[in-house]
């Protein structure tokens, strides 16, 4: 399995408290990158007034630190482009009846 994978598996585990879904198939996760034992990842949160907006993103850190080859995280929130609906995975989507 791929570094980038673990990650995505780790994420996974992490769900968003407002919605019965995982924040990685919610659409939050914008993009990963891994060099070396390094990861760089963008994402953002449903709204700048999530009650998570704090725990959240030091969570996906804490989590991708899990993976054995990583030694160091970059998280990076970021709120362009705005999260919508539309960047759920469709497996979200049915989940949530949409």
């Not at 585990?13 to 407002?18: M, V």
Request: aromatic share 6%.
């Amino acid at each position: 399995m791929e570094i980038k994978e673990k990650i995505i598996a780790e994420i996974k585990t992490i769900y968003d408290p407002e919605i019965p879904v995982n924040i990685y198939d919610l659409g939050l996760i914008y993009d990963i990158n891994v060099d070396k034992k390094k990861a760089k990842i963008k994402m953002t949160l449903t709204s700048p007034n999530c009650p998570v907006a704090e725990s959240l993103p030091k969570e996906v850190k804490d989590v991708a630190m899990q993976v054995e080859e990583i030694e160091d995280v970059d998280l990076e929130l970021v709120w362009d482009p705005p999260w919508t609906k539309d960047m759920m995975s469709e497996a979200a989507k049915l989940e949530l009846n949409l």
